[in-house]
């Protein structure tokens, strides 16, 4: 998207010994409104969680622009491998508001409008500080969907214009976590959550304060709905105009008008037919069922165990691999001790010993694994049916461990027995 220009608005003086002339000068101000935008949820993945921009409206010079850091391709190369290891990079775009609007019309997609109160001062420093942010040096940053994102992007634009000291903002406990708080946007996409889930470490389940809440843009609507500013002087909308704003304990609310430019609709979104438990759950029933099998028949199902070691080994590298990214809230993955990757390595060992009617040390190493993962849980929320395969995998354990170990024993008495047979033989000869 072409940028728009913002440089004939130059800065005036606008220190007190030049008011009369800072009044004239920044009166095609008053005509400036900002408002923060904020758009429904999509029904792809990615816009699950909805989305934040600025709109610029100067009714003097005939502008109406939508201030957008949510720009991205998926024609950059390795966009998907990018994006997991945070290794993203989103840019601002400004662009005509009836494009914008167009855009989330398309889409089904609510859009939400909260004009902010802002002095003339305030609104120029916004303004100029877009400018610079739109420069071409400057236009594109490191996305983080937690930390650095379209929302936190716009919120920013705002509070440091105003100054974070005069707001009534307290940074408290937001009794909440990331995982939490992205848990109620992507409820009804199950599978959607699960791969969100298994991907995010016990980080993401820490407490995050209210300044971190703000990360989704429904959280940040919320806040600057309710959150107040000192007053400042020279207000020029007149006193008149603000007395409904001001608050009891004296502040101003941030937002002076709310309305939907896009009204939201009713929804009904569609069960998933097959969900990750029902997968995990079958998947159980099916492991267990030929363990009781296996045991009653006094079988060797080596296979199995292949396929279970291999099964949960690949996924593991994708984990494995977030070590890696620069996201920290999955770079310490609890799962990985049952989607363990290091099972590839030794699956061949340890089918090999398997079929011998053996027990190789690497199995029993998966056992404890296991059962330190369901421990784990105090700290980390699992994604949605891996305690159920984590119990499974236990249950098949147990089974061919003990199997493997009375097989053995079996073994151990036969030979004794075979071996005094043959010294008794021996002697009797």
């Known amino acids: 998207m072409t940028a728009q220009d913002f440089s004939g608005y130059n800065a005036p003086d606008i220190s007190v010994q030049n008011s009369r002339v800072n009044e004239e000068a920044t009166a095609w101000l008053d005509s400036v409104d900002i408002s923060l935008l904020t758009c429904g949820p999509g029904e792809e993945v990615w816009s699950y969680y909805g989305h934040s921009a600025l709109r610029i409206q100067d009714k003097a010079h005939g502008s109406d622009v939508a201030v957008n850091w949510g720009m991205f391709s998926f024609r950059q190369s390795f ?53 610079e942010n739109a420069q ?122 709310t309305c939907y430019l896009i009204p939201p609709t009713q929804k009904v979104a569609e069960a998933e037919a097959i969900t990750p438990a029902l997968v995990f759950i079958t998947l159980a029933v099916i492991i267990i069922a030929l ?28 984990l494995f691999a977030m070590l890696f990214s620069q996201h920290p809230t999955v770079q310490v993955n609890f799962q990985m001790l049952i989607l363990n990757p290091f099972n590839l390595i030794f699956v061949w060992k340890t089918i090999q010993k398997m079929r011998q009617g053996k027990l190789y040390w690497y199995y029993e190493v998966w056992g404890i694994c296991l059962v330190v993962s369901l421990f784990m849980q105090i700290w980390q929320t699992y994604a949605e049916g891996m305690v159920t395969l984590a119990l499974s995998l236990l249950v098949r354990y147990a089974f061919k461990s003990t199997m493997l170990d009375l097989s053995a024993n079996n073994l151990k008495i036969q030979h004794r027995i075979i071996t005094k047979f043959r010294k008794k033989k021996k002697n009797q000869k």
């Open 291 to 318: 363990s009781v099998f296996e045991w009653k028949r006094k079988k060797n199902f080596w296979a199995l165990d292949a396929f279970l070691l291999i099964l949960t080994g690949l996924p593991g590298l994708i």
């Open 79 to 131: 966009f998907v491998l990018r994006f997991v290891f945070g290794l993203t990079d989103y840019q601002i775009g400004i662009y005509p508001m009836a494009d914008f609007m167009a855009e989330y019309s398309a889409e089904g997609r609510w859009v939400r409008q909260q004009r902010l109160h802002l002095s003339r001062e305030e609104k120029l420093k916004v303004l100029h500080a877009i400018e």
């Open 136 to 257: 071409p040096e400057n236009r594109t940053y490191r996305y983080n969907f937690f930390f650095d994102n379209c929302t936190t992007r716009a919120r920013e634009m705002v509070i440091t214009n105003i100054g974070y000291c005069n707001t009534n903002f307290k940074d408290t406990d937001a009794q909440s976590t990331y995982r939490e708080e992205i848990h109620k946007l992507n409820g009804n996409h199950r599978w959607a959550r699960f791969g969100n889930d298994l991907l995010l470490g016990y980080l993401s389940d820490r407490d995050i304060t209210q300044r971190e809440w703000e990360f989704l843009p429904d959280n940040l609507s919320k806040d600057f709905a309710t959150e107040g500013r000192k007053d400042f002087i020279n207000d020029t909308a007149g006193n008149a105009e603000v007395n409904h704003l001001i608050r009891k304990d004296g502040y101003l609310m941030l937002v002076d008008s």
